[in-house]
């Protein structure tokens, strides 16, 4: 699923954020040096709590979003919130921004405009809403089941 579906699932998700538990909470600065920061951190993070069999598409994921807020933020700072609950880790990226972040097609030889197409590939959901404190973006990675064991 992708940014493009219905509001409702945007509420659906934040329902299921609301009953989770905060692994993670970072401010970042708007500076490239806060994407390796945020990768660290979430690597780190996640190997605490027995997530491992997420680690590579977090750490890919929250690269992404982060280098999105930062390139594309307005403001000083971006927050980083991660969140499990059920199997599901929750990743929401937040930051000042003139609008929320769209798919959108990439030219063959350009170096960027792929970050939200490899999210929608890598997360089960995903989606921005813009909200008081700036604009959302988010998304959800389910641990496979064998993980679980």
Do not use: F, K, Y
């Not at 219905?6 to 329902?15: I, K, R």
């Not at 708007?30 to 997530?51: E, F, K, N, T, Y």
């Not at 977090?58 to 199997?87: C, K, M, P, W, Y």
């Amino acid at each position: 699923m992708n940014a493009t579906e219905s509001s409702a699932l945007d509420e659906d998700a934040q329902s299921d954020v609301d009953e989770s538990v905060a692994l993670l909470h970072m401010a970042l600065e708007l500076d490239p040096r806060s994407v390796g920061r945020a990768r660290i951190a979430v690597a780190q993070r996640l190997g605490r709590h027995q997530l491992r069999a997420l680690c590579d598409d977090a750490v890919q994921v929250v690269s992404e979003l982060v280098t999105n807020a930062i390139q594309h933020g307005t403001g000083h700072t971006v927050t980083l919130t991660l969140r499990e609950a059920d199997r599901t880790l929750h990743i929401d990226v937040a930051g000042s921004s003139d609008g929320c972040p769209a798919l959108r097609a990439a030219p063959a030889g350009a170096e960027d405009g792929r970050g939200l197409w490899i999210v929608d590939r890598l997360a089960t959901r995903w989606g921005s809403r813009s909200e008081e404190d700036g604009v959302h973006t988010w998304c959800m990675l389910v641990l496979p089941l064998q993980a679980v064991a």
